[in-house]
């Protein structure tokens, strides 16, 4: 059987910096799960959002740039068939799972029982109601951010094109807003509430993904100056220095305004600047790397899962580190290709049969 994935990353259009970045992302955060094996590895979750804001930016500033038309309905589908399937399959088919491994020692491991408790993660609202947790089911947390940011930042767009005048100097004055607004909104949570909300509220993220919508724009309208820069690596240099300092300081120094606050707002500005540095640099012979990150998406999903099942049966040693990494890498495989590609060329047919309906509706 030939792999989608091998075919995809070999792709012209792919951008191979990105799928390097994204690989290391999520394998800093399934490290981290296994007790904590990498220190500070959920920082990958910071760099998947600037990732996602960069890549699902991109798709709609390419749009504003031609001056297409830019259909918000269209948009979200367009989402939905990447994201939706594979999520709703996880939520159903792995709760099923944690009853049965779980229902006699971690009953409360599953939301199965509560209704109400299930709709925070059927409707996408499960990082602000709050509620007891369900350790491998409440990292859904950032896709529930993802999911607001796929409502805010179109219209957001859509409402910056419908301007008469000055269109790109306010998509950057908008995108600033979005970075500035998320840090004042971080800054107010820490102040106005007691509670650890920040760290997961969408609100408090956007500026995490405006920082790579800041880079698709970019690379938009001045990627033809970026790449003439012969020492554009040092942006990541710079990032990587930085983000060395930042985290020295947060684990030499307990600042908690600096930990809440100022931490997750800076990380996120180091990943902008080391995918700017890299942004342009061939990484295609990089297969290995790419090809775990093209199932990414999924083994986020399944990994916590995964992981309070072989520490229970296993217990935590280096060898059972081994079997969480493979069996929750062979899950995201078997679940791409189950449901995340076969969702694809649904969506593919159905974004054609839309795109057909465009064309004959009268003018």
């Known amino acids: 059987m030939k792999l989608k994935s091998l075919e995809v990353i070999q792709s012209s259009d792919r951008i191979s910096s990105v799928d390097v970045f994204r690989a290391m992302a999520i394998l800093a955060v399934v490290i981290f799960h296994f007790n904590g094996y990498l220190p500070y590895g959920y920082l990958g979750v910071e760099l998947f959002f600037v990732i996602s804001g960069l890549l699902v930016g991109g798709i709609l500033i390419r749009k504003f740039k031609r001056n297409d038309r830019i259909n918000f309905f269209q948009f979200i589908l367009q989402r939905g068939f990447k994201i939706w399937p594979s999520y709703y399959w996880f939520l159903f088919f792995g709760w099923f799972i944690a009853f049965l491994i779980f229902h006699n020692d971690h009953p409360g491991y599953y939301p199965i029982s509560n209704l109400k408790d299930v709709s925070r993660y059927a409707f996408f609202y499960q990082n602000y109601k709050a509620a007891p947790g369900h350790w491998p089911f409440d990292h859904v947390w950032s896709l529930c951010v993802e999911e607001h940011f796929y409502i805010l ?32 909104l971080k800054l107010l949570g820490y102040y106005l509430t007691n509670s650890g909300e920040a760290y997961s509220v969408t609100h408090a993220r956007i500026d995490n993904l405006g920082w790579g919508v800041l880079l698709a724009a970019l690379v938009s309208y ?11 690596y040092l942006f990541f240099v710079v990032g990587l220095l930085l983000f060395v300092m930042a985290l020295f300081i947060r684990v030499y120094f307990e600042f908690e305004f600096y930990n809440r606050v100022i931490f997750q707002s800076l990380a996120a500005f180091c990943f902008f600047l080391m995918l700017l540095g890299v942004y342009y640099h061939d990484f295609s012979k990089w297969k290995s790397i790419r090809f775990i990150s093209y199932y990414s998406y999924n083994w986020y999903l399944w990994h916590p899962l995964t992981v309070v099942a072989v520490k229970k049966y296993l217990g935590i040693s280096p060898g059972s580190f081994m079997v969480y990494m493979a069996i929750s890498f062979l899950a995201a495989l078997f679940f791409t290709i189950l449901i995340e590609e076969k969702f694809l060329m649904l969506r593919g047919r159905v974004m054609k049969k839309h795109m057909q309906g465009l064309a004959l509706e009268p003018r």
């Not at 219209?155 to 979005?178: D, G, P, Y």
């Not at 001045?222 to 554009?232: C, E, Q, S």
């Open 153 to 184: 930042l179109p219209i957001m767009i859509i409402i910056v094109k419908a301007m008469m005048e000055n269109k790109r100097a306010m998509l950057f004055m908008s995108i600033a807003a979005l970075i500035v607004g998320g840090f004042i």
């Open 222 to 232: 001045h990627g033809d100056a970026f790449r003439k820069v012969k020492k554009i």
